[in-house]
């Protein structure tokens, strides 16, 4: 039976694909969850309009993350930590911490993630990176510094 991919499945193939599957899968697993459909004249078209929907979406979450990129290379966000040492801090800053701040901000990375080797444990500067999307990363920088 040909079966139309609604989304990537294990070792089926990718999104909009034509695949072969035997009949009873096809009708007893996969169309009942929603992962493919039957390959017909209008299938095809739905898949089109599908994949046409899904194409202008990214461009615009591309967009917002052009736009965050830009306003995150022009910010830098101050922690404000106790100290124990004259270097060292109580605890350690880590990516909820830099989340809230970069809130304060007016600006919210949901989605987005913080790239960080390990937490904060002394005062400085960090430059850190943030992934806002696939292929789209920006670089802020954190200062910590003594409460």
Known sequence: MKVILLRPFQKLGEEGEVVEVKGGYARNYLIPRGIVMHATKDSYKKI???KERRRKQEAQERGRAEELKQKL??????????VKNEEEIFG????????QALQDEEIDLQGAKIEMAEPIRKLGAYNLTVHLTAGIDAAIRVWVVKK
């Open 92 to 99: 350690s800053v880590a990516e909820p911490q830099i989340r």
């Open 48 to 50: 089109e309009e599908l």
């Open 73 to 82: 290379k022009a910010l830098s966000v101050t922690i404000a930590c106790e």
